[in-house]
């Protein structure tokens, strides 16, 4: 899967509500198990909590999971599952913990409260879209490097790298979709002195929110 959208970065925020403290928490993570196993780090850390609640998405949307850690049927995970399914996100798990005030809030109160706490940890985490760059690398005589340089950033391409010797073998990065232009504008405007050779694609987090 490419062109997802996943957290930026882990995040937390809180809110209280009628007394109640409620703590929201978003992480990246990309397996079932990985979200199990911080759920019960989460469980330890704040054992004295009234409820961790969470939801989960990962493995190409196919495995969604949530619990309402106690509360009452539908009024916890399930509103967290649904902000993490209405901002789009994948590879991402979100727990909601909560200490009671003392003052009830009610079916619709705590699907509120446990929603608004996904939100605000969203936001918080930020979201990045994660998208395939191509690496790629290019042979280049002194006489032409500030000209193949110069191209870059109208190519989206960034510099990551150079190796200087008899000539500079430079190193870049950019969007698969914008390589093969970015091939063939540097083979025309040197003449064909300067062919850029393709490497390995990977996902990069570029943040958009």
């Not at 190409?60 to 049927?73: H, I, L």
């Not at 913990?97 to 003392?102: L, M, N, P, V």
């Amino acid at each position: 899967m490419i062109n997802y959208r996943t957290p930026y970065a882990e995040g937390s925020d809180e809110f209280t509500e009628k007394k109640s403290r409620f703590i929201g928490h978003i992480f990246q993570v990309t397996e079932g198990a990985q979200a199990v196993e911080i759920i019960k780090q989460m469980q330890k850390k704040y054992w004295d909590a009234s409820c961790n609640a969470y939801g989960y998405i990962v493995e190409e949307g196919r495995v969604m999971r949530y619990s309402d850690g106690g509360e009452p049927q539908g009024t916890a995970g399930q509103p967290i599952l649904e902000v993490l399914k209405k901002e789009e996100l994948f590879d991402v798990l979100c727990v909601v913990t909560r200490y009671f005030g003392g003052i009830k809030l009610g079916a619709g109160g705590l699907t509120r409260a446990y929603g608004h706490g996904a939100k605000i940890a969203v936001d918080a985490a930020g979201i990045a879209l994660m998208t395939p760059y191509r690496q790629a690398s290019a042979l280049c005589p002194y006489r032409l490097l500030e000209t193949v340089r110069s191209l870059l950033p109208q190519l989206e391409a960034e510099e990551t790298g150079a190796d200087y010797a008899a000539d500079v073998t430079l190193f870049f990065s950019l969007p698969d979709e914008k390589y093969q232009e970015f091939e063939e504008k540097i083979v025309d405007v040197t003449a064909g002195a300067v062919r850029p050779q393709p490497g390995e694609v990977k996902l990069f987090a570029k943040r958009i929110r």
